[in-house]
């Protein structure tokens, strides 16, 4: 949703706030994998129960994510690799994020708060699946109610402010409702798409 509302205004904000990004080169690469290293950090600070360096981290590694793409477009190398890289670990950093927390959850005896955590891992990735698999055919699937930056937030928050407890209720529902969301275009768009192709099928047929 934030990304739907905010993302076409992404590179002028980033060019504003963060200047230093743009001085001498930075492999947007690395700084994919530098966010992936960090957020793996912050799962297991999460794991442990560090929940305040775990949100810290969060944001680090939320960071370096944010901004990878906008200085692969000022410097002119975006890549299929690139995005295809950044995709890749963005899946990672969802599970190992929630790894961390059901993991915590589940060793302090909360098993109720553990399985809400796994309801918004298990919801997460089909929310990405749901995503590439109607993209192999559809121009784009966007959209939903938590998209990744509000799930990644959502943690982020939780953790530094000491409410991960009822932000994972929250994410959970949102989640599950995003995932109920994007079926649901599918459903339109694909059987549109179906519906068009067998009237030009029809249409071509000799009489």
């Not at 205004?9 to 200047?19: C, E, I």
């Not at 930056?149 to 928050?157: D, K, M, N």
């Not at 932000?167 to 694909?190: C, D, H, K, N, P």
């Amino acid at each position: 949703m934030i990304k739907a509302s905010f993302g076409d205004r992404l590179d002028a904000w980033v060019h504003r706030l963060f200047p230093f990004l743009f001085l001498r080169p930075i492999s947007p690469d690395a700084l994919t994998v530098l966010g992936a290293a960090i957020s793996i950090g912050a799962a297991f600070s999460l794991a442990g129960g560090l929940m305040t360096l775990g949100g810290v981290l969060i944001l680090l590694g939320g960071f370096c994510d944010l901004v990878d793409g906008v200085v692969a477009r000022h410097q002119g190398v975006a890549t299929s690799f690139g995005a295809f890289l950044d995709s890749t670990l963005d899946r990672l950093v969802d599970m190992v994020l929630l790894l961390g927390l059901v993991f915590w959850y589940a060793t302090s005896g909360d098993s109720a708060t553990s399985l809400v955590a796994s309801v918004v891992l298990v919801a997460s990735v089909l929310t990405s699946y749901a995503k590439a698999r109607a993209e192999v055919v559809l121009p784009s699937l966007e959209g939903g109610l938590l998209e990744r930056g509000e799930r990644i937030g959502g943690l982020a928050i939780g953790a530094l402010f000491g409410v991960m407890v009822p932000m994972l209720w929250v994410l959970a529902a949102g989640t599950v409702f995003t995932v109920a969301q994007r079926f649901s275009v599918a459903y339109r768009e694909l059987g549109r798409m179906d519906r068009e192709r067998s009237s030009a099928s029809g249409a071509g047929d000799p009489v």
